[in-house]
Structure formats: structure tokens, C-alpha cells
């Protein structure tokens, strides 16, 4: 039985019975979204890897939505002609889509920067192709159809910081990030566009990604990151703290990265161990 709606957030692209297509969308933060969403009372399409999880996920959001609600469809992301076949499902299925959240990813990382091709092709896939694949197939029927629509792209503090470890990943996000900040532009010069993008940067966060058995207790859940995301819709950068990381600490680390260029340090001066006592004393302010 369909769980009575409740409103998730003021913009009306969360209206019920509109349409959200998340990527990614059988674990973590697209699978909290999912939640949400469904318990909002909108349709949703969830896109993951095949395989039961994916089906297991439908299941757990025909419980909370409805099953004429919901939709799975086992799609790779980093293959655009499945990405198209997703948004005709989409189509097919509810008529039209208002939220696409563009936010299927992978973590593990590849070796040292100039090791693991492989590895590194499979990185920049899902977590950079996959999301041009998305605002490929969706915006321009976001914008062709000119009604409030929202594209939600999920970045990392690692594609703007970009500490050190996991090269790939820090360069599929900073694409991910300047990719949402051309779209969210072009977007506001589209004469009466309806369409926003936002850029979701979580902080550290319990899910399918995580190495850890249990939530450690400086990381959000997948669930604050959505109550966060919801509450600064009106925001492009959605930028969340987290347990450990506050506000402030994310805004120093973000102003030290970019001094590095400015003041011609070293690359990554934050890590580098003639830097590190002026980096503590400016995280401290
Ligand atoms: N967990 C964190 O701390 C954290 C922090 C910052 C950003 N992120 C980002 O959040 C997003 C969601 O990750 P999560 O933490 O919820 O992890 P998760 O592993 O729980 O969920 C990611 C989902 O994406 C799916 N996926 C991976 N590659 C795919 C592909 N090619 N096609 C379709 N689906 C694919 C996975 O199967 C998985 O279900 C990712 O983009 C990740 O980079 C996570």
C-alpha cells in the first residue's frame, strides 16, 4: 500500500507524482535519495550495475512508494547508449523526469598516479563519462520540456582539495565539478530556463563505498547527506560537513588549495612537510 506523501522540500521539482531518475541508486546516498523521494510521494527510477541489490532496492522502495511507483533499471552508466535506453524507460514508464541526480560512483582506488591503466579508465568511466552520459541524455529534455527540473550531480571535497591517494578519483570529481558549474551557467542563460544544476559534495559518509564495518563515528549517514541536500536546494554547491569536518574546516582547507596557485606553492602544499605547521596554524584561523 502507497505510504501517505509527505512533502520533502519546497521546490517544485519534488512535487508529487513528478519523476526522479537516480543514478547509482541501489546503495548509499542514491538509495537514501530514492527513500526520500518515494516518501515524498514522487516516482522514481533507480539505475545501478545489475544484479540483486539493484532488485533488492526496488523492492525496499515499492514498500515505502508503491510498486506503479517505482521502477530499476540495471544500467552501466559509462555506456551512453544505456543511459538513453534508461531515460526511454523513465519516459515510457511516467511521462516525463524532473530530478536526475547523476551520482553512480566508484572508490578503490588505482596505484600511484602513473600506474593501473586500467583501473584508472574504470574510475573516470563511472565517475566522470558516467555523468556527462547523464547531463548528455537528460538536460536537453529537461529543457525542451521547461518546467522547474533539477540536475544533481554528485562531486567530492576530493575533486576540489584533492588530497593525495587516489589520483583518478580526484580527477574524475574535479571534472564532475567543473562540468555541473558550465551546466548550472548555461542553464541560467537559456531565457526563462526552469532547469537548475547543483553540485552535491558529500563529506565522509557510511555506505557501499566505505572500507569500514561499522559507521565510524566522524562520517554521516547516506540519510543526513539527503536531509542536507534537501534543506540547501536552493544552493550549487550543496557542500556537506560532516562529523568531523565542520563548515569552517572545509572552507579553510578550500581557500588553502586555491592559495597554493596564488601564492606559487608547491602542489598539494597541505601535505607537503614544510607546509605543514603554517597549514594547521591556518585551519585554526
Ligand atoms: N561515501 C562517501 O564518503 C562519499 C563522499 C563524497 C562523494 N561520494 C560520492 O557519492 C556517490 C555515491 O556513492 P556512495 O558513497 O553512496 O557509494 P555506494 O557504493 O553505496 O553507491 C554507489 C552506487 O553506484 C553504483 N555504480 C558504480 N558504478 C556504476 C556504473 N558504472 N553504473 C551504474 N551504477 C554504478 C554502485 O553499484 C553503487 O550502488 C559517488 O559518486 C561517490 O563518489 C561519496
Keep these: 500500500m502507497m505510504a501517505a506523501a509527505s512533502p520533502i522540500s519546497l521546490h517544485r521539482a519534488f512535487s508529487e507524482g513528478q519523476t526522479a531518475v537516480i543514478t547509482g541508486g541501489a546503495s548509499g546516498i542514491g538509495l537514501a535519495a530514492a527513500k526520500r523521494f518515494a516518501a515524498g510521494g514522487l516516482n522514481v527510477v533507480i539505475a545501478d550495475l545489475p544484479g540483486e541489490r ?21 544500467t552501466d552508466v559509462s555506456d551512453i547508449a544505456q543511459v538513453q535506453q534508461l531515460k526511454a524507460e523513465a519516459l515510457a514508464a511516467f511521462g516525463s523526469v524532473s530530478v536526475v541526480m547523476n551520482n553512480a560512483g566508484i ?61 583518478a578519483y580526484n580527477v574524475a570529481k574535479a571534472g564532475v565539478k567543473a562540468l555541473t558549474e558550465q551546466v548550472a551557467h548555461e542553464l541560467r542563460n537559456v531565457p526563462g530556463c526552469q532547469v537548475t544544476a547543483h553540485l552535491l559534495v558529500p563529506g565522509s559518509t557510511y555506505t557501499g563505498l566505505s572500507s569500514a564495518k561499522e559507521k565510524p563515528p566522524g562520517s554521516w549517514t547516506p540519510e543526513q547527506v539527503i536531509d542536507y541536500m534537501l534543506a540547501h536546494i536552493g544552493d550549487f554547491y550543496i557542500l556537506c560537513p560532516d562529523n568531523d569536518v565542520t563548515r569552517q574546516m572545509d572552507e579553510r582547507r578550500i581557500q588553502w588549495a586555491a592559495d597554493d596557485l596564488i601564492m606559487n606553492r608547491p602542489a598539494l602544499s597541505r601535505w607537503h612537510p614544510d607546509f605543514k605547521d603554517a597549514f594547521q596554524k591556518f585551519l585554526k584561523g
Excluded: C, H
Aim: charged share 20%; net charge positive.
Design 54 to 74: 539493484l532488485e533488492q532496492a526496488r523492492r525496499g522502495l515499492a514498500a515505502i512508494g508503491g510498486d506503479s511507483a517505482v521502477r530499476a533499471m540495471a
Design 107 to 167: 572508490g578503490r582506488p588505482a596505484g600511484r598516479a602513473w600506474q593501473d591503466y586500467e583501473r584508472w579508465r574504470k574510475i573516470l568511466d563511472s565517475n566522470l563519462i558516467g555523468v556527462i552520459n547523464g547531463v548528455q541524455v537528460f538536460v536537453p529534455d529537461l529543457v525542451a520540456r521547461n518546467q522547474p527540473a533539477l540536475v544533481i550531480n554528485t562531486g567530492s571535497k576530493q575533486g576540489i582539495t584533492s588530497p593525495p591517494g587516489n589520483a
